[in-house]
């Protein structure tokens, strides 16, 4: 069992910087292939970048160049450094581990982007 829990969403003004971490516990996190997905209200969750086991990364059109995912397996912890926020960024950022047949979801943290 993986337990996720995020950390560091908030309000912030359009143009800001948040970075929002999950800490892992409870299997090997270095396996695992992590993510980032959000949810605005009314809309299905998408993804919004991951990282893989070995590094290599993936990003949303809508987030590339601005968002920078990255992990610290020692710390087992994955961040998401968001950087020229935008209003249409405003969602519950939800962090995401998978391995094989394995998947983990947090419980999601509130980012909120005012104009």
């Known amino acids: 069992q993986v337990q996720l829990v995020e950390s560091g969403g908030g309000l912030v003004q359009a143009g800001g910087s948040l970075r929002l971490s999950c800490a892992a516990s409870g299997s090997i996190f270095k396996n695992y292939e992590l993510g980032w997905y959000r949810q605005a209200p009314g809309k299905q969750r998408e993804l919004v970048a991951t990282?893989?086991?070995?590094?290599?990364?993936n990003y949303a059109d809508s987030v590339k160049g601005r968002f920078t995912i990255s992990r610290d397996n020692a710390a087992n912890t994955v961040y998401l450094h968001m950087n020229s926020l935008k209003p249409e960024d405003t969602a519950v950022y939800y962090c995401n581990a998978r391995y094989l047949l394995w998947t983990y979801w947090g419980q999601g943290t509130q980012v909120t982007v005012s104009s």
């Open positions: 990282i893989a086991s070995g590094g290599s990364t």
